[in-house]
């Protein structure tokens, strides 16, 4: 038996089961009157609500579409060709036999009045369109952008379809339409990204026909399920077993019965209160609000699963979604379907096969062959008593109606500027409330500062009290890609893109004075010293390090408490006078070295005059060796240089002896007494390091700069004036000079007499001279480079040489000078290794690219393909 989406049996013409069903009906259709019978108040407060709950609607102001202009629009708008013309006969045909068989269903959405008030049929309002954008080769991406670029108006009345359907131009150019205009554009966009998608009317909830959307919760904010991970249980004979339970078991059962007893008295209160407050805001019209939506069918685009996309959100749903009651019909460019399911489920139990005739109608039939349900349900009930040379006739017409194919789109076609693209909301900013959530949307350049998003989450459902803002960029020099601010905390989080002038990729701060707790992450490819992460405080700094030739992977220092707080002008001084308490390292196990010589654990004690050092474990051992050194004190190091065995205690797994001797152990110390001196330096360097950040960083914060793609040709128009006057000036200082282009081979030519036709001997010749040459000015390159980075060490070393020696002469500023400097110069020595490391690695390609242009010049080519 076939049913209709609203639920209602189509009756047959059997006895008593008929009878059955006419009852149904008249219940049923009794229901919908009384629906159908609410009073205009309601119907306008309907309406008021759904435009009040769009986002930012309030500021949007009321269109007249009546005011548009169509006299500029072309004449496939205006009037109607043959084919469309005998279209719209089909068309009508169709709905008077659907009315004649099935006359409790609502009349069918096919040809409304366009712009122009001509009647158009649904299917050709449909013009399949590729844009020339990346984003929307996608469905989420051309989702994406109907519902930013269009302003959402509500149907004038929310329980029938509107009386007219405006072409996809005309509403990209007004960005404002209802629920069908969306559907249309979006459905024409996604065909020509090759979806196989149709235009659906049907039926909604309150909150998907007035794009409610404060019940729901940010989609920005859900979290992916995790798989719950099953922990092994290692069972251990020696564990200590704990402690008998000594509570009562009657007296928890009696706790837990109460318990229970309240909660189950509580739920009840519960669900009564909730019943009273859902029977007060039921939506006397759920089931009989029109939307229309867009259905993506599985196939195509190695789409796996079919869904439905909301216009207004452009969010994905299942076809099982609950908020979805109902299809009425869909349509695409080829053709129209009615659905002749049952839809007391909603959408649930639909069977979305298009080609299967019992659940859908199709308008036009795909082969010569007449629709099954009118002219067979015409023949089964002879409903007409009329001649058999009139019914063959009218037979005859109908097939030929019927294998009729949809003429062209009659709609011009879709157009999108870049500018309009890149700009999309039409009032500048879009903002969409959510359950406890505020999302707000730029186009990009809108701000000074980038900003493109902003998420704000909310304590309260009136967006009030403010707990988490969240703000994305786009186009910054500085890389700034996101910043999270704990408004509950304080805590804020900066994440980067690849680029940042300090390889900077996470920033996670409560305030940018220095000595304040704080976390930066780095892009390792980027940093000589394989600093991964930095996290320091008042009193301590931990750095992590990834893929150090050393092994090292962590280092702890720790400083000792200020007992005075210095406010500087500058921003240098204050963390570097921490005087240094200890340096903890940690080192990765090196395959290389005996485990009872591969050094674990590091240790420097300042204060103490301390050094220990923490092998590995050997294997089958529980214990690691171990040496302590003790610094003799100054006055005995200026005296003597002797070890005494008092200065080092030692520990050797599996051994009671001491193997290592005293000399062995002095030239421990002096190393790593030496590397004491050096990993100081590191620590003022990496503290140096960290106030040029938060400066750079305070700087990029108070003059943001926007970058502008090359392609950006609107954007770059100043740098494109700018090189144009570059050349022009050129021109006008040298007005008798051609342009020409260089020769690389221009100066060896001169030398043997510039011929006319080169031999072969003097092609080898030039080959030789020409790649000898460059070879030399690679080698002079890699020198000179090699030049600046000795003497820049140099230079380093003299300094930290004169500081050791001045240190404690020296005032705050002049030890803050100095830091500055230190860093700077270790910026320049960083910069000229990698200079240096990547004329050693190109050099031998570009070797090998001009031997390869040598042979292929053609001048050469005769000579040198035999050589």
Same mark, same amino acid.
């Given at each position: 038996?076939?049913?209709?989406?609203?639920?209602?049996?189509?009756?047959?013409?059997?006895?008593?089961?008929?009878?059955?069903? &006419?009852?149904?009906?008249?219940?049923?259709?009794?229901?919908?009157?009384?629906?159908?019978?609410?009073?205009?108040?309601?119907?306008?407060?309907?309406?008021?609500?759904?435009?009040?709950?769009?986002?930012?609607?309030?500021?949007?102001?009321?269109?007249?579409?009546?005011?548009?202009?169509?006299?500029?629009? @072309?004449?496939?708008?205006?009037?109607?060709?043959?084919?469309?013309?005998?279209?719209?006969?089909?068309?009508?045909?169709?709905?008077?036999?659907?009315?004649?068989? #099935?006359?409790?269903?609502?009349?069918?959405?096919?040809? @409304?009045?366009?712009?122009?008030?001509?009647?158009?049929?649904?299917?050709?309002?449909?013009?399949?369109?590729?844009?020339?954008?990346?984003?929307?080769?996608?469905?989420?991406?051309?989702?994406?952008?109907?519902?930013?670029?269009?302003?959402?108006?509500?149907?004038?009345?929310?329980?029938? @379809?509107?009386?007219?359907?405006?072409?996809?131009?005309?509403?990209?150019?007004?960005?404002?339409?209802?629920?069908?205009?969306?559907?249309?554009?979006?459905?024409?966009?996604?065909?020509?990204?090759?979806?196989?998608?149709?235009?659906?009317?049907?039926?909604?909830?309150?909150?998907?026909?007035?794009?409610?959307?404060?019940?729901?919760? #940010?989609?920005?904010?859900?979290?992916?399920?995790?798989?719950?991970?099953?922990?092994?249980?290692?069972?251990?004979?020696?564990?200590?077993?704990?402690?008998?339970?000594?509570?009562?078991?009657?007296?928890?059962?009696?706790?837990?019965?109460?318990?229970?007893?309240?909660?189950?008295?509580?739920?009840?209160?519960?669900?009564?209160?909730?019943?009273?407050?859902?029977?007060?805001?039921?939506?006397?019209?759920?089931?009989?609000?029109?939307?229309?939506?867009?259905?993506?069918?599985?196939?195509?685009?190695?789409?796996?699963?079919?869904?439905?996309?909301?216009?207004?959100?452009?969010?994905?749903?299942?076809?099982?979604?609950?908020?979805?009651?109902?299809?009425?019909?869909?349509?695409?460019?080829?053709?129209?379907?009615?659905?002749?399911?049952?839809?007391?489920?909603?959408?649930?139990?639909?069977?979305?096969?298009?080609?299967?005739?019992?659940?859908?109608?199709?308008?036009?039939?795909?082969?010569?062959?007449?629709?099954?349900?009118?002219?067979?349900?015409?023949?089964?009930?002879?409903?007409?008593?009329?001649?058999? *040379? *009139?019914?063959?006739? &009218?037979?005859?017409?109908?097939?030929?109606?019927?294998?009729?194919?949809?003429?062209?789109?009659?709609?011009?076609?879709?157009?999108?500027?870049?500018? &309009?693209?890149?700009?999309?909301?039409?009032?500048?900013?879009?903002?969409?409330?959510?359950?406890?959530?505020?999302?707000?949307?730029?186009?990009?350049?809108?701000?000074?500062?980038?900003?493109?998003?902003?998420?704000?989450?909310?304590? =309260?459902?009136?967006?009030?009290?403010?707990?988490?803002?969240?703000?994305?960029?786009?186009?910054?020099?500085?890389?700034? =890609?996101?910043?999270?601010?704990?408004?509950?905390?304080?805590?804020?989080?900066?994440?980067?893109?690849?680029?940042?002038?300090?390889?900077?990729?996470?920033?996670?701060?409560?305030?940018?004075?220095?000595?304040?707790?704080?976390?930066? &992450?780095?892009?390792?490819?980027?940093?000589?010293?394989?600093?991964?992460?930095?996290? +320091?405080?008042?009193?301590?700094?931990?750095?992590?390090?990834?893929?150090?030739? *050393?092994?090292?992977?962590?280092?702890?220092? +720790?400083?000792?408490?200020?007992?005075?707080?210095?406010?500087?002008?500058?921003?240098?001084?204050?963390?570097?006078?921490?005087?240094?308490?200890?340096?903890?390292?940690?080192?990765?196990?090196?395959?290389?070295?005996?485990?009872?010589?591969?050094?674990?654990?590091?240790?420097?004690?300042?204060?103490?005059?301390?050094?220990?050092?923490?092998?590995?474990?050997?294997?089958?051992?529980?214990?690691?060796?171990?040496?302590?050194?003790?610094?003799?004190?100054?006055?005995?190091?200026?005296?003597?240089?002797?070890?005494?065995?008092?200065?080092?205690?030692?520990?050797?797994?599996?051994?009671?002896?001491?193997?290592?001797?005293?000399?062995?152990?002095?030239?421990?110390?002096?190393?790593?007494?030496?590397?004491?001196?050096?990993?100081?330096?590191?620590?003022?360097?990496?503290?140096?390091?960290?106030?040029?950040?938060? +400066?750079?960083?305070?700087?990029?914060?108070?003059?943001?700069?926007?970058?502008?793609?090359?392609?950006?040709?609107?954007?770059?128009?100043?740098?494109?004036?700018?090189?144009?006057?570059?050349?022009?000036?050129?021109?006008?200082?040298? @007005?008798?000079?051609?342009?020409?282009?260089?020769?690389?081979?221009?100066?060896?030519?001169?030398?043997?007499?510039?011929?006319?036709?080169?031999?072969?001997?003097?092609?080898?010749?030039?080959?030789?001279?020409?790649? !000898?040459?460059?070879?030399?000015?690679?080698?002079?390159?890699?020198?000179?480079?090699?030049?600046?980075?000795?003497?820049?060490?140099?230079?380093?070393?003299?300094?930290?040489?004169?500081?050791?020696?001045?240190?404690?002469?020296?005032?705050?500023?002049?030890?803050?000078?100095?830091?500055?400097?230190?860093?700077?110069?270790?910026?320049?020595?960083?910069?000229?290794?990698?200079?240096?490391?990547?004329?050693?690695?190109?050099?031998?390609?570009?070797?090998?690219?001009?031997?390869?242009?040598?042979?292929?010049?053609?001048?050469?080519?005769?000579?040198? !393909?035999?050589?």
């Amino acid at each position: 038996m076939v049913t209709r989406p609203g639920g209602e049996a189509l009756a047959d013409d059997r006895g008593s089961e008929m009878e059955v069903l &006419e009852e149904k009906e008249e219940e049923q259709k009794e229901e919908e009157l009384k629906a159908l019978e609410v009073s205009s108040e309601l119907h306008n407060m309907d309406t008021k609500l759904s435009v009040e709950q769009v986002s930012f609607a309030s500021d949007v102001p009321d269109f007249d579409w009546n005011s548009i202009g169509t006299s500029q629009l @072309p004449d496939s708008y205006k009037v109607n060709s043959p084919r469309e013309k005998k279209l719209l006969r089909i068309a009508h045909h169709y709905h008077q036999q659907f009315a004649h068989l #099935c006359p409790e269903r609502k009349p069918l959405f096919l040809h @409304p009045v366009n712009e122009c008030g001509v009647e158009k049929f649904v299917s050709t309002t449909v013009r399949p369109t590729l844009l020339p954008y990346t984003e929307l080769y996608r469905w989420d991406g051309c989702a994406s952008f109907v519902s930013d670029y269009l302003t959402m108006e509500p149907l004038k009345c929310p329980l029938t @379809p509107p009386s007219s359907l405006y072409s996809p131009t005309t509403i990209l150019k007004y960005q404002r339409g209802n629920c069908f205009d969306f559907s249309v554009l979006l459905c024409s966009m996604l065909i020509g990204a090759g979806y196989d998608a149709y235009c659906v009317n049907g039926y909604a909830t309150h909150d998907i026909c007035s794009l409610d959307e404060t019940l729901e919760e #940010c989609p920005l904010l859900r979290k992916p399920q995790e798989v719950p991970k099953e922990e092994v249980k290692k069972s251990n004979k020696y564990r200590v077993k704990s402690p008998p339970d000594m509570c009562s078991k009657f007296e928890l059962q009696q706790e837990a019965k109460k318990k229970a007893e309240t909660e189950a008295t509580e739920k009840k209160e519960r669900e009564e209160r909730g019943m009273e407050a859902e029977e007060l805001t039921r939506d006397r019209l759920c089931g009989l609000r029109v939307h229309a939506w867009v259905l993506v069918l599985s196939g195509k685009r190695e789409v796996p699963e079919t869904f439905f996309i909301d216009p207004f959100t452009g969010n994905s749903h299942s076809t099982m979604d609950e908020q979805f009651l109902g299809i009425e019909s869909v349509w695409n460019h080829k053709n129209y379907w009615v659905n002749m399911q049952d839809c007391r489920n909603g959408c649930k139990d639909l069977v979305f096969d298009l080609s299967d005739a019992v659940h859908w109608e199709i308008m036009l039939s795909e082969t010569d062959k007449p629709l099954q349900l009118l002219l067979g349900a015409e023949k089964e009930n002879e409903l007409f008593d009329r001649n058999m *040379d *009139d019914m063959e006739e &009218e037979e005859e017409e109908e097939e030929e109606e019927i294998s009729f194919a949809m003429p062209p789109s009659w709609v011009a076609p879709i157009q999108i500027s870049p500018k &309009e693209f890149e700009t999309r909301c039409s009032q500048g900013r879009k903002v969409i409330l959510y359950k406890k959530a505020k999302l707000e949307k730029w186009p990009p350049y809108s701000n000074g500062n980038g900003l493109v998003k902003r998420l704000t989450v909310y304590a =309260d459902s009136n967006y009030t009290k403010a707990v988490e803002v969240k703000e994305w960029f786009k186009n910054r020099e500085d890389m700034l =890609d996101v910043r999270e601010v704990n408004k509950q905390t304080q805590l804020t989080t900066e994440y980067f893109s690849p680029g940042h002038l300090f390889g900077l990729k996470v920033h996670t701060y409560k305030s940018m004075s220095p000595q304040t707790e704080r976390v930066m &992450e780095f892009y390792t490819e980027t940093r000589v010293d394989g600093l991964q992460k930095l996290a +320091e405080n008042d009193n301590e700094m931990k750095e992590y390090f990834v893929g150090r030739d *050393d092994f090292k992977y962590f280092q702890h220092t +720790e400083f000792r408490s200020k007992r005075k707080k210095v406010t500087l002008v500058g921003t240098r001084t204050d963390v570097n006078s921490r005087p240094i308490v200890q340096i903890k390292e940690c080192f990765h196990r090196n395959l290389q070295k005996p485990a009872d010589e591969d050094v674990a654990e590091r240790v420097f004690l300042m204060e103490e005059e301390m050094i220990q050092l923490t092998y590995h474990l050997k294997d089958k051992y529980i214990t690691a060796s171990k040496k302590d050194f003790f610094k003799p004190e100054e006055s005995y190091r200026k005296q003597s240089e002797i070890m005494t065995p008092e200065m080092c205690i030692t520990y050797q797994a599996g051994s009671s002896e001491q193997h290592t001797k005293l000399v062995h152990l002095y030239k421990l110390l002096r190393e790593l007494t030496e590397e004491e001196k050096q990993l100081k330096q590191q620590v003022w360097r990496t503290q140096a390091e960290v106030l040029t950040i938060l +400066e750079t960083r305070k700087n990029e914060e108070a003059d943001i700069k926007l970058s502008a793609s090359i392609y950006d040709t609107e954007r770059n128009a100043r740098k494109r004036q700018e090189y144009e006057a570059m050349v022009k000036a050129k021109k006008d200082e040298f @007005p008798g000079q051609k342009e020409q282009d260089l020769d690389y081979l221009a100066p060896f030519l001169i030398q043997i007499g510039s011929p006319e036709k080169i031999t072969r001997k003097q092609a080898l010749r030039l080959r030789d001279d020409c790649l !000898s040459d460059f070879k030399n000015r690679l080698v002079s390159k890699a020198n000179i480079i090699q030049a600046h980075f000795e003497k820049e060490v140099e230079e380093l070393q003299k300094r930290n040489q004169q500081f050791q020696e001045n240190q404690n002469q020296l005032s705050e500023k002049e030890e803050a000078d100095f830091l500055a400097d230190y860093s700077e110069t270790m910026f320049r020595i960083h910069i000229l290794a990698l200079r240096l490391n990547r004329e050693k690695q190109t050099a031998p390609q570009k070797y090998l690219a001009l031997e390869e242009k040598l042979c292929k010049d053609p001048r050469l080519a005769e000579h040198l !393909s035999h050589a």
